[in-house]
């Protein structure tokens, strides 16, 4: 049910366009550098893909295509300083501030700052103890010196015609510690605590009044650690000029620090990984070509154009059409005499086509097995032959495309006098046939079968091929071992012509002189995509060794025979003058008088058992 739907719809699609007016992007090119792009993946069928984040379609060709590589392009490099305050002198190529002072103000003299700064005591030290008093009395006072932990006199009072004397005694502080009074013979002594420290004074009293005043005279020197100044008694620390971040160039007197090299994009955003400016978008490698979205992770680009293949001008075929041997059906008399031209063992050219865009890459049309042709058994019957591979290639195309419709793979519709065969999947028309021939016929057949949806596979190819004879009329007459073999061809792409399998057959059997490789079918913009082998064939091995070895003999030909060139064959037979200036002396014969003697029907019978062996390995692994 589901199948006949399909092919409903089918049907509507395609009864309201003409007949071969799809277009067909393909694209290719010379991969392998033979000069030719007709080997396997050297052509493709183009797809249709929008551009990378774009709106827009273009066809995408997949032979020699790539990734599209991310746009990147350099950063600006810019000096920046990582230190706050600092600023970039590119004079010098570093970042630069002035000197910090916690108080004060920097003095480029010293390095340092003036003010600011910090005190702490000074350290004191003694060299000489000093004491000295005063006295309302009579007693005379002075200033003594003593070393540190020594006494001296400092005073003499006459009392009653005896001096007394006074002497301070210090520790070794250049404290006043003890006062001593006494006569110099030592008499009369005494000793009063003074304890005094320097610059310290003790009055001595009597009633109120102030008879003496002790003072403790010593002067300390005072001294500061390296660096400090001495301000009275204070030792102050200066403030130190700092740099935050940096280090301080007393030449010139400023903080300095090494600049950072920043990468700033102008677009984009920096990628870390590369170094570079990822500017969101893509470019391909192989020039400029467009970046397309074809459905993977990165978009793809292709340098090979797409062309329609459906536009004649798009798909040259270079060699003319099949050239029939010549005949022997000029005018004559009314005796029967030739009034025309007679040519003796004339030839005709004619080629085959190795693996290629059109026979398939996995076809080589000039391939035949052992030779079927020989002298011995067609004679002048040569044309009976190429009669009969014309009619088991049609039969050929009868079981193919009878079993594609059996499959689903395609269906067959009849309107407007043709027979179309559409593939399903893409709805491309794969063949047309006019309507009445025995191929439509059979097509149609295959056709009706697999709609009504009760045969097999099987039932639905006999039902095709049973027709197809019945429009023959001459059903025995097919030579089913080798339809079958040309069924296996046509199986791979367009598949071999039934010039390609009478010209492998002759070619195989040495009826044939080869002339070289020519190119058949060209496309715009990718170069030859089929080639072909040209030869001169003749209506049997005979004639072949004559028209060799009796060419270089005639002055019209010359030593080289004047095959003239691949493109432009030179087939033509001898005439009777020329025929008579031959010296069969100098032909050798030996490999016609050889091959007359084989069995032809021995050679068919072998022939049918390797290609029926064939054919079933085949079905079989496409099943």
Sequence with gaps: MRRTVAFLVLICFVLGMPVNTLAVFSCGADLNGDGFADAAGETAVCSSATLWEGQTAQWFCPVQSTDCQPVMTDPTLQKTCSPPGYSYIASRDRCESQPICAGGSYN?????????????????????????GSSTLTINLNLCNAVPGGSCQFGQWDLFGSPFYYYANFDSSCNWTTLTV??????????????????????????????????????????????????????????????????????????????TETPVCTSGTFDPATGKCDQGTFSCPLGNYSCLDTGSATPQCSPNPCIDVANPANDVTLLPGKEPMLQNDGQVDANGNCLGEIYIFSGKSTRCRPGGMTVGYANDCCDSS???????????????????????????QVGYYSYQISTGAMAAVEY???????????????????SGTATASGVMAAQGTATAGAATTTGTVSSGLSSYAGALFNPTTIAIAIVVMVVMKVMFG???????????????SDYCHYLGTVCERKWKFVGCVQRAKRFCCFNSKMARIV?????????????????????????????????????????????????????????????????????QEHYQQIR
């Design 416 to 434: 407007g006098g043709q027979v179309v065969v559409y593939n399903m999947a893409n709805g491309t028309i794969a063949a047309s046939y006019a």
């Design 370 to 396: 052992d030779p079927v042709v020989m002298d011995s058994t067609t004679g002048s019957k040569i044309n009976n032959v190429a009669s009969a591979i014309s009619t088991v290639y049609e039969m050929a």
């Design 108 to 132: 480029a003299a010293t390095d340092q700052c003036d003010g600011g700064g910090t005190s702490s005591p000074a350290q004191a030290t003694f060299s000489t103890c000093s004491a000295t």
């Design 547 to 615: 028209q060799e070895q009796g060419r270089p003999q005639l002055r019209a030909f010359g030593p080289s025979g004047d095959w003239g060139t691949a493109e432009n064959p030179n087939c033509r037979g001898f005439t009777p003058q020329e025929f008579q200036q031959l010296d069969f002396s100098r032909i050798d014969l030996t490999e016609y008088f050889g091959d007359i003697q084989q069995n032809m029907s021995q050679k068919i019978q072998d022939a049918q058992s390797t290609v029926q062996q064939k054919v």
């Design 494 to 508: 367009d598949g071999c012509s039934p010039e390609d399998i009478e010209t492998a057959m002759l070619a195989n």
């Design 182 to 259: 006494g006569t110099q013979s030592g008499l009369l002594p005494s000793s009063t605590a003074m304890n005094l420290a320097p610059g310290a004074s003790y009055n001595a009293t009597y009633n109120g009044q102030v008879l003496l005043t002790y003072t403790n005279a010593s002067a300390a020197q005072y001294s500061c650690p390296s660096g400090n100044t001495l301000s009275g008694t204070n030792c102050v620390t200066p403030s130190l000029a700092t740099c935050k971040g940096g280090q301080l160039d007393t030449a010139q007197d400023i903080c300095f620090s090494a600049a």
